[in-house]
Structure formats: C-alpha cells, structure tokens
C-alpha cells in the first residue's frame, strides 16, 4: 500500500477557498494532515507543530512554497471541504491499492464519533458506517449518518461506490434489510446477516428450524470452538443448514438465499457463572460450517480491529473537532492512516509504537508512507 499513490487521488478534490487568497495547496495540506496523524496528531495544534519541525522532510513530496499552514487554516480547510468528495478519492485509492480476493469477508458496520457533539446538542455526534477487509485489515470505505438508526439507507450508499464482487458482507442485524441483501447480490457479492427482532417472521421461523431437539439429533454440519480471553472462556457451537425450503415462503424474500445458520454461545467467567446466549444467520453463500464459523468471528473483527484502535491508538472518541465538516473528514483521515499503519509489518509493534516510532524517525514515517518495508 503506497501513500504517496493517495496524492494523485486528491488532486481532484475540489478546494473551497478563493484562489486569490490561497497561500497553500490543499494537497499539501491534506497529505500534511495524514502524516503528522501518523505520527501521532491527534488534532490541528499537533498537526500544524508537526509541519512547522517537518517543513523540509515534507518538501520531499509536496510544494510547501510558504512553509507549513497555522491550525486555523487547517481547520478551515477542514471545515469547509466537501465530505463526499474526500470519501470518493479514498475508495478510488483502496481500489487501486487492494485486490479482493474471492470469499473475502468484508465486514460492516457503524461507530459513533462520541467527540463530534456540538455543545448545544450532545445526541448530535456524527456516525460514521466503514467497510472493512478482515483478512488485510484495511478500511475500504466509509460513509456518514444522522444517526445510528440511519445505518439502514446509509449501507446501500456504501456498497454502491465499493467493489464488492466475489466478496462475502458481513452486516449486523442492524442491516438484516432484503433491499440491503438484494443490493449486495446485485453487486456480484455474497450476503451473512445477522437475524434479530427487527425481522420477526425471520427471527421466529430460524427459531423452529434450529430447535433443541434438532440439535441434539445433529451430527453433521455442527462445530464447536472454545477459547480462553480475559479470564474468561467461551464455548461456541456452529451449526448450518442448506435446506431452505423449510423457512417457506419467507424464503423467497431474500434473493439468492442458500444458508441458515445458528449459533450458541456459553460463557464462563471467573466466579463460574455461565452465559449463554444464541444468534441466527442467513447467507446467499453456500457456507460450509467452518466457512460459516470463520466468517461469523471475522465480522467481529471491525470491533476489535478498527473501531478499538480508533479510540486507543487514534483517540477518536476523545477528539472534539466538530465544526461544519470537519469531523466527518478528519474521520477519513484517521481510517487513511491507520490503513497505512496496519500495512506497515516490518515493526512488530502496535499502533501506538508505530506512530511513536513514525514521530521521532521520518525514515520510519516515510516506510509506513511508500510501504517500502525495513532496511
């Protein structure tokens, strides 16, 4: 993954400012941004103190004919530049910088950006729904919401600008929608939802399909997984059926339906106490039940992998950029370097480390920037 290759993709960002007055580029200022984020800023005082210690090593890549940008103009640039346009020069740059490969997981899902809030309304913090690789864990694409509720007509707008052919899409219940399931087959992709309260009939039909007595009667398509987190274990039992006909005609309301999967689940803590806990499935894959089991634990990985290192390593939640557009763009910024980031492999660190490391060595920064790898 080459950074430098995301500068060309920007070039067609239209910038708001008038001409007249610009002193600096908004390329430079966007791939300013980008960098000193992956040298660890984490709002526009710590990026404009990067470019004003960094102003020669950044010569290197852009014009910087002024010096450097103060944070007020960054985070008037950052205000006023259109979200669209930034999110569409990012999934043209995934693209080109990502093949997928047939079965892959794309998992998606949505995090609120609990720093977002204006003061006068603290429920107004901006959503944002990203689409995420599980195997090369790298953000493909991203979209904004008014609400968590909203994730519903935010998805398909997703899934239209993404390359999802061959691809498996993995979405919550939250996204258990046949409008969602037939947009995903339509794109040449496959569907795994996940089945909840919100489709009733579903939810109540899987019910009888997947009963007790059926599995205790199993003893094919079922697999069980155990392991050990945290101090505590959990035990998880698979099971998969490729008899559709059974929902009847429910069936048909889902295009290309192939798969009915369940899974229970039984936690142990450490005072013994067991949890168990179910969920159901549906897929227009013909899913193995190890397919079914792997793509079930890679969906859970945009928790774990993307939206946990945006707060701890990135400090997402803690940001309170907020003004006009400003936080759906630094948003962007913060998926483009941690892809960056992830993609680095040379320093077996985390996160955190890498970006300390990228901060006091430009020769690190400019690794993780060309993907060049170690010398």
Same mark, same amino acid.
């Given at each position: 993954?080459?950074?430098?290759?995301?500068?060309?993709?920007?070039?067609?960002?239209?910038?708001?400012?008038?001409?007249?007055?610009?002193?600096?580029?908004?390329?430079?200022?966007?791939?300013?941004?980008?960098?000193?984020?992956?040298?660890?800023?984490?709002?526009?005082?710590?990026?404009?103190?990067?470019?004003?210690?960094?102003?020669?090593?950044?010569?290197?890549?852009?014009?910087?004919?002024?010096?450097?940008?103060?944070?007020?103009?960054?985070?008037?640039?950052?205000?006023?530049?259109?979200?669209?346009?930034?999110?569409?020069c990012f999934i043209?740059?995934?693209?080109?910088?990502?093949? /997928?490969?047939?079965?892959?997981?794309?998992?998606?899902?949505?995090?609120?950006?609990?720093?977002?809030?204006?003061?006068?309304?603290?429920?107004?913090?901006?959503?944002? &729904?990203?689409?995420?690789?599980? %195997?090369?864990? &790298?953000?493909?694409?991203?979209?904004?919401?008014?609400?968590?509720?909203?994730?519903?007509?935010?998805?398909?707008?997703?899934?239209?600008?993404?390359?999802?052919?061959?691809?498996? &899409?993995?979405?919550? %219940?939250?996204?258990?929608?046949?409008?969602?399931?037939?947009?995903?087959?339509?794109?040449?992709?496959?569907?795994?939802?996940?089945?909840?309260?919100?489709?009733?009939?579903?939810?109540?039909?899987?019910?009888e399909i997947f009963?007790?007595?059926?599995?205790?009667? %199993?003893?094919?398509?079922?697999?069980?997984?155990?392991?050990?987190?945290?101090?505590?274990?959990?035990?998880?039992?698979?099971?998969?059926?490729?008899?559709?006909?059974?929902?009847?005609?429910?069936?048909?309301?889902?295009?290309?339906?192939?798969?009915?999967?369940?899974?229970?689940?039984?936690?142990?803590?450490?005072?013994?106490?067991?949890?168990?806990?179910?969920?159901?499935?549906?897929?227009?894959?013909?899913?193995? &039940?190890?397919?079914?089991?792997?793509?079930?634990?890679?969906?859970?990985?945009?928790?774990?992998?993307?939206?946990?290192k945006l707060d701890?390593?990135?400090?997402?939640?803690?940001?309170?950029?907020?003004?006009?557009? /400003?936080?759906?763009?630094?948003?962007?910024?913060?998926?483009?370097?941690?892809?960056?980031?992830?993609?680095?492999?040379?320093?077996?660190?985390?996160?955190?480390?890498?970006?300390?490391?990228?901060?006091?060595?430009?020769?690190?920064?400019?690794?993780?920037?060309?993907?060049?790898?170690?010398?």
């Amino acid at each position: 993954m080459n950074g430098l290759s995301l500068l060309e993709h920007l070039s067609v960002i239209h910038d708001p400012r008038q001409e007249w007055k610009v002193s600096h580029s908004l390329s430079d200022i966007l791939f300013l941004t980008v960098v000193a984020i992956i040298a660890g800023a984490e709002g526009w005082e710590d990026i404009a103190d990067f470019g004003y210690d960094q102003v020669d090593w950044l010569r290197k890549f852009g014009e910087f004919a002024h010096g450097t940008p103060s944070h007020h103009t960054i985070a008037r640039v950052f205000a006023a530049m259109e979200p669209k346009q930034f999110q569409r020069c990012f999934i043209a740059w995934m693209k080109s910088c990502h093949q /997928a490969t047939k079965g892959e997981v794309i998992a998606i899902d949505g995090k609120t950006v609990r720093g977002s809030y204006t003061q006068s309304d603290k429920s107004n913090a901006i959503h944002m &729904v990203s689409a995420f690789a599980a %195997a090369n864990e &790298v953000v493909l694409g991203q979209i904004k919401t008014d609400s968590k509720s909203n994730e519903i007509t935010a998805i398909p707008a997703l899934l239209t600008l993404l390359n999802i052919r061959g691809c498996l &899409v993995t979405i919550d %219940a939250m996204g258990c929608q046949t409008k969602i399931a037939k947009c995903i087959v339509d794109g040449g992709g496959d569907y795994l939802l996940a089945v909840k309260g919100n489709q009733k009939r579903l939810k109540n039909g899987l019910n009888e399909i997947f009963s007790a007595a059926k599995l205790d009667a %199993a003893v094919t398509n079922t697999l069980a997984q155990s392991e050990k987190s945290h101090g505590r274990e959990e035990t998880r039992l698979h099971m998969v059926s490729h008899d559709v006909s059974e929902l009847g005609d429910i069936a048909l309301e889902w295009p290309g339906l192939k798969s009915l999967g369940y899974v229970i689940s039984f936690r142990a803590g450490k005072g013994g106490v067991s949890e168990a806990s179910f969920r159901f499935y549906i897929s227009s894959a013909k899913l193995s &039940v190890e397919e079914f089991a792997n793509a079930v634990r890679d969906h859970w990985s945009i928790e774990v992998k993307l939206h946990w290192k945006l707060d701890t390593a990135l400090n997402e939640d803690g940001c309170r950029i907020r003004r006009e557009n /400003a936080a759906e763009n630094f948003a962007v910024v913060r998926h483009t370097a941690l892809n960056l980031l992830n993609a680095e492999t040379s320093f077996k660190g985390g996160i955190k480390r890498k970006q300390k490391r990228a901060n006091r060595n430009t020769r690190y920064l400019e690794q993780v920037l060309t993907g060049q790898g170690a010398s």
